[in-house]
Structures are given as C-alpha cells and as structure tokens.
C-alpha cells in the first residue's frame, strides 16, 4: 500500500471520527449563540475558499485569467440582483469572450 492510499485511509478516518463526535455534542451546546453564528457562517466560509480556489489557481501557480473576469462579471450581477441563470450565463459569456480575444 503506497502512502497515497494510508493518507487517504486516514483522512477517511478522521473525517467519520469528526462527523461521530458532532452526533455525540448535546443540543445545549449546539444551540448557545456563538456556536450557531460560527456554524450557520462556515458554510459561506468553505464556499468562498472553493471559489478562490478554482478561479485564481492552476495546479501549484496562481494564474490572472479569463476566470477572474467572470467572477468579477458574477459578483456585479449578484449585487444587481440578477437571477442565478443570468449570473451564470453572464460569467461564462464574459470568461469565454476574453478567451477568445486571446487572454487565456
């Protein structure tokens, strides 16, 4: 087995141990007001990361492109309060027009 494969294992693990421990927390403590202002913003968290993630890197590089600018188109119909198929048309429309002007 490579280690590849005990990291992942592992991970495994420790995911289902983290997931079993939540179950066992008491609904006291879930519902004291820190608790649930930190719990009802990590998914937004987790979220945000993501779409950093995907849009400003490639691999180990973080790479300006094409993406960025459909983000950017997203976020300003977002705030113009677009419907959800028009921010997604809109950012695809604006990311694929500049790569296809040649800025990759």
Known sequence: MTLLWIAVIAASVLSFAQKWVGYQAPP????????SRITAL?????????????TATSG???????RLAGLGAAVVLLVLRAP???VVIGAAVVAAGLRALGWA
């Open 28 to 35: 006291d403590v879930l519902e004291r007001p820190r608790v």
């Open 42 to 54: 990590l998914p937004i968290a987790l979220l945000g990361a993501l779409v950093a993630t995907q």
């Open 60 to 66: 180990n590089e973080i790479l300006l492109d094409a």
């Open 84 to 86: 959800f198929l028009v």
